[in-house]
């Protein structure tokens, strides 16, 4: 039994197939390029994701010798808090993907503070607001991307973290999931129940 694992890095990916035992039997790693288009924003093109992906998981299937086929499980792990919304049916971002170590959401941040959400968003994400994570990330993709607030509503768009999209992508849109390890990093999700908070969706 072999496994293909996937880490989505920053500024790579590597692919590892191991065996039952955990050892490894190949690996690839392919590098993709960060964008800075203005002071304090960094961001990603998922098609470099896509691209980088894909040949590391070659090297990887070719220095172990195996068939993708032939591989019992596909896990993944990522860089978390890097945010990205994308169409559903065409599996399109609809922009560039916001990295974690983006602060363009540090105002919002400041608005959060001033309207008392520090103590609520703490107890119940463990967090504190800070545009190191997620939410305040996918508040300002659908203030500022055109149409995206109305396509988000009408259920046409996906939000997800990096492991999110390429678990779409992988799938060819039918699954969209993440685990409770990359929600918990995304602002919006409940600790203590181990559910997403309708209020801090809201």
Known sequence: MSILSIDAGTTGVTALVVDEAGRALGKGY???????????????????????????????????????GRLAAIGITNQRETTVLWDRTTLRPVHPAIVWQD???????DVLREEGWEAAVHQRTGLVIDPYFSATKVAWLLENVPGAREDAEAGRLAFGTVDSYLLA???????????????????????????WDDELLD
């Open 103 to 109: 602060r363009r959401t540090a105002p919002l941040c």
């Open 169 to 195: 992508w992988l799938t060819g849109g039918a699954v969209h999931a993440t685990d409770r390890t990359n929600a918990s990093r995304t602002m919006l999700f409940d600790i203590s129940r181990l559910a």
């Open 30 to 68: 392919r590098e993709f390029p960060q964008a800075f288009p203005r002071p304090g924003w960094v961001e990603h093109d998922p098609g470099h994701w896509r691209s980088a992906t894909l040949g590391a998981c070659r090297e990887a299937c070719a220095a172990a010798a195996i068939e993708p």
